[in-house]
Structures are given as structure tokens and as C-alpha cells.
């Protein structure tokens, strides 16, 4: 398996119907995904690990924002849990509980099989 990707708006869907399960048992409010910022942006073929084309997004409003408020690059792809907006696409910085300790034993991945 990989990191997932999320090419269509139901996969994207559900993604967030198996996140929304598992917050109610682990609390968790962050999953990392197989995107990465490209030499483009996010778009193209090198944003997922699978070299499949950047088709879909469900960017947070505001997002990708491209650094955090300290201007550390953010340029890897999480959901998040946001109160009122659901699961959304955020780009986050490598070190999420560097800067947010309080979320440690909140984050979790997407794994994605093949066949």
C-alpha cells in the first residue's frame, strides 16, 4: 500500500466517510495523504506519489496556502477535520506537532491498496 490519493469526488467521499468513523473512536482530526507540492503547484502528474494526474481537490478556503504564519513551506498534503466545514484538503508543513503538539495522538494516514 501508499499513501492515498484522491482523484475523484467519490473517493474523496469515501475517504471521509471512514475518517468520520474513526475520529468518533481515536479523535483524530488530521490524515495525511500522498500529495506533495510539484514543480507546478499543486497540479500535474508529480503532486501524487502515483504520478496520476492532479484531477480533484477539496482545498479548506483560504488553502493551499503554500507556508504557515512563521513562513515555514508547507508543501505536503493533509485532510483536516475543521468544525462547521468537515474533512478538507489542507498543505501542511513536514512537522505538524512541532507547531501543534496538542494535536499528537490525533493525526493519522490513508492507505491505499492496489487491486
Known sequence: ????????QEEFNTICTQADQ??????V??????GRKGSAGWTGSD???????????AWYPGEPSGQDEDGTPEDVLCMWNVQQ???????????????LPEVSGKVGYVIE???
Open 1 to 8: 500500500g501508499h499513501l492515498a490519493t484522491i482523484t475523484s
Open 47 to 57: 503532486c501524487w506519489i502515483t504520478g496520476e494526474n492532479w484531477t480533484f481537490d
Open 85 to 99: 466545514s468537515g474533512w478538507t484538503f489542507n498543505d501542511q508543513r513536514n512537522d505538524l506537532l512541532s507547531v
Open 22 to 27: 474513526a475520529s468518533v473512536a481515536t479523535e
Open 29 to 34: 482530526r488530521y490524515l495525511w495523504l500522498g
Open 113 to 115: 491498496f492496489e487491486g
